[in-house]
């Protein structure tokens, strides 16, 4: 089975300032890795997602993500974050080169940004 | 490009009634998902399909919860008798093929059981 871990549950930033949302997985198979971005009253929207190769991915809005098999982390990161950033993430995980699409979630990080 | 429907956007009902929840996924996609979030548990998912047919339903809470999919284009998730407990916001999930492919989601309902 999978697990996710996200380590903040709120991140307060002030605008242009660079950003950090941690991500840790467990299991004991490969998996699939995403981040999606929730806004106030919103549905989920993809942000990024990890399938196998360069472990540097580059999403939506200026977000990336290193994946590192060795710390089973994912972290999101944004060199600078606007206003419009402000909202929850969710990291998530599923087992790779299954159909399911079974994915596990965190309980995700609030990301604050101040003016 | 119409993403997945549901509806109502909101429900606020009374304890004991019968509640319904819609959904139409993004047309060609062969997974739905439903999931619920409440500030306590997060977001959990309930049950999934895969080509209208319900594939793991584990995380249905209990039997008062029920989902049918009747043909690809529809979906409901039946709460009957509702309870205040049942209050959260229920979102529903689209993706292609599942697996590496990412899932859309829909607005979903805020539901309030008084």
């Known amino acids: 089975a999978q697990s996710v871990t996200q380590l903040d549950s709120q991140v307060p930033v002030f605008e242009e300032a660079p950003v950090e949302l941690r991500c840790n997985y467990s299991?004991?198979?490969?998996?699939?890795l995403f981040w999606y971005v929730q806004y106030p009253n919103q549905g989920l929207q993809l942000l990024l997602k990890y399938l196998s190769g360069s472990t540097l991915v580059k999403g939506i809005n200026g977000f990336e993500a290193e994946f590192n098999k060795s710390q089973t982390s994912f972290h999101l990161r944004k060199p600078s974050v606007h206003i419009s950033d402000t909202a929850e993430y969710f990291c998530a995980v599923c087992r790779a080169g299954g159909n399911t699409g079974k994915l596990i979630f965190g309980q995700g990080t609030t990301l604050q940004v101040k003016p | 490009d119409a993403g997945v429907i549901q509806s109502p956007r909101h429900e606020v009902t009374e304890m004991g009634q019968e509640v319904t929840l819609r959904c139409k996924p993004i047309?060609?996609?062969?997974?739905l998902f439903w999931y619920r979030q409440t500030m306590m548990r997060g977001l959990e998912l309930l049950i999934y399909?895969?080509?209208?047919?319900?594939?793991?339903d584990s995380g249905m809470p209990e039997d008062r919860f029920s989902a049918k999919m009747p043909n690809a284009s529809f979906s409901t998730l039946k709460i009957q008798p509702s309870e205040p407990r049942d209050s959260a916001v229920y979102f529903c999930?689209?993706?292609?093929?599942?697996?590496?492919?990412?899932?859309?989601f829909g607005d979903g309902t805020r539901l309030s059981i008084l």
């Open positions: 399909f895969n080509n209208n047919v319900p594939i793991d």
């Open positions: 999930a689209s993706s292609l093929r599942g697996g590496s492919q990412p899932q859309h």
């Open positions: 047309s060609g996609h062969d997974y």
């Open positions: 299991s004991s198979v490969s998996v699939y």
